[in-house]
């Protein structure tokens, strides 16, 4: 059983999600379920030297912004923010995107704004789901992993998820359970589905005598793709070892601004696209006409494919998505495009004065050659979309030696979690 700290009062939101308190002994508190303001006992999760990590067990005093979350029993696992109103969601969100510049003495010019369609639920395209074998019953639900902890906690569900996901998920657990399908023989099942509400399905096992073909029959017909993969049980992940069964090769298609794009269920494409396409509205004003454009970090090309315009480079390091990236090259006749198989950090040779860049790099932010390529090579702009504004900041002290910020805007690509996307718009001074 966990130790229980009590009465604990938090001070702030903090960059990766928690309330922020102090323990009576002088360590720092980072603790997930609370709001500032509140006092609460917590049970501990993670005890280092300097600090202490845990969860709320009872809120004494409550803040003002605290309502119930719309999943009570899973919320923490997924989206430790549905216990705040949405507008101090978007408050905090701003708040940090501050915080994380003014660490860095990076004064934003213009008032932070955060765009949101409004839509805090069912706005995710994607759902990877654990399972859950209760014992006593015999019987297979689906689970999420407990935050903290190794530990599984069986879900209906997920509010954040489209409505056919949940429909697909639960039709598929309703069968497995009909089939006699135990846990031990599952890791996850990962659906997609796009705008149109079609699903493509997969489900990742671990014992290979599972009844594929008969679960397929019975699931797989109203999917435009369902697999049944098996997954090496010496790996945590679930990754694909060998393909048991399948429906059909048929990738989910989609449009991102009117482009249509292909991609693989086990593929990377964006969580939210509308919100997605408003960033890209937003980047698009600031390509430079009759530029080059260089997109870096460029996942299947669905910004350089997009607004990069007809002379337009993607550099990409995953080979599947770049894969996927060049059948979209050739299914949309951009013969002005070139898709290169590389880390940003080694295809500098792209990066040149005379070039618009385009970068959207992964959390840890931009790779240090990349941002020595930029100051010696002074390309006339660059417009940098981040998952991590606290790394995004750190990169723009780095270039402020020669870059200004001309403009920027946040997103709310995640609704009800933590994450923030931030974009930013540097000139050369």
Known sequence: MHKQIEAITLE????????????????????????????VNISVTKKKSKMIEGVVSDVITRSDQRIEPRDPDSHLSTSPWQIMTFEAEQHYKAALIEEAFELHNIVLPQPISLYSDGKEFAYRNKIEFSFWFDTDTEKLSLAFFRRGTHGKIPVDGTSLAHPAILDTAQHIVDTLNLLKVEGRMLKTLL????????????????????????????????????????????????????????TSRTPLQDTV???????????????????YEQA??????????DTPVVDLYSGVGTIGLTIGGEDVTLVEINEHAVREMEMNIKRLQRTGARAVLAP????????????????????????????????????????YLSCNP????RDVEKLAEKYGIKAHGGYNFFPRTPHIEHLVILDLK
């Not at 903090?14 to 006092?39: C, H, I, M």
């Not at 797989?220 to 098996?230: D, K, L, M, P």
């Not at 601004?257 to 919100?275: K, S």
């Not at 890209?280 to 006409?289: A, G, S, T, V």
Request: charged share 25%.
């Open 257 to 275: 601004l009117d482009v249509p794009f292909r991609y693989a269920t086990e593929g990377f494409f964006q969580i939210n696209l509308p919100v």
């Open 344 to 383: 940003s950090e080694k295809a500098l040779d792209y990066i040149t004065k005379e070039s618009c860049i385009i970068v959207d790099p992964p959390r840890a932010g931009l790779h240090e050659d990349v941002i020595e390529k930029f100051l010696t090579e002074q390309p006339r702009r660059i417009i």
């Open 191 to 246: 659906i997609r589905c796009n705008k149109q509400g079609r699903v493509s399905w997969q489900l990742y096992v671990k014992d290979d005598m599972v009844p594929a073909e008969e679960l397929l029959r019975s699931v797989g017909i109203n999917a435009v793709s369902a697999e049944v993969i098996f997954s090496n049980p010496k790996s945590p992940a679930s990754v694909i070892t060998s393909r048991i069964a399948r």
């Open 390 to 393: 606290v790394t995004q900041a």
């Open 280 to 289: 890209l509205r937003d980047m698009k004003q600031w390509i430079l006409p």
């Open 12 to 39: 702030k939101i903090v960059g990766g999600g928690q309330a922020l308190g102090t323990a009576p002994d002088g360590r720092k508190v980072f603790v997930w379920g609370g709001l500032p303001g509140e006092t």
